[in-house]
């Protein structure tokens, strides 16, 4: 198996959102070791807390948020966030790299609970290269 920002771990990830977007979410995760470390971080602490199923943000395009910007932060090795202060459904959101806002990002949450950024990540990173150059 490839380290977490590897190439199994993108076909998991991708096998999950797609699974993620056609069951029921409970269902998808029977097996939670198989699971990139921040997923499953993420899903146990939902679990500790009595919250609904971890489902991950996502970008328009469907790629899982947290994964992309691992790749991301690892290639160009800068920081990469999106932040809001006094997040309301349906504010922008900020796309800051290495601190910096670079751009707005519309953001809305999704009747069963995740994120999704009105941005396509191909768009994340021609953002990111842009800033880098």
């Known amino acids: 198996m490839a380290d977490e920002r590897g190439s199994d771990s993108r076909d998991t990830v991708e096998t999950l959102a797609e699974s993620a977007r ?3 979410p409970k269902s998808i995760y ?6 990139p470390g921040w997923w499953k971080s993420a899903v146990r602490e939902f679990e500790t807390n009595n919250l609904r199923v971890y489902q991950p943000s996502q970008f328009e395009d469907g790629i899982i948020v947290p994964d992309f910007i691992n790749r991301m932060e690892s290639k160009y090795e800068v920081t990469v966030r999106f932040m809001s202060i006094d997040p309301r459904d349906g ?3 900020g796309l800051y790299v290495d601190g910096e806002k670079i751009r707005d990002v519309p ?6 609970g995740h994120s999704v950024y009105g941005i396509d990540s ?7 290269m842009k800033t880098v150059e």
């Open 30 to 35: 029977d097996s939670v070791q198989s699971l």
């Open 22 to 24: 056609q069951t029921n």
């Open 107 to 112: 953001h809305r949450r999704i009747p069963d």
């Open 122 to 128: 191909e768009e994340v990173e021609i953002c990111i």
């Open 91 to 93: 504010d922008n959101w």
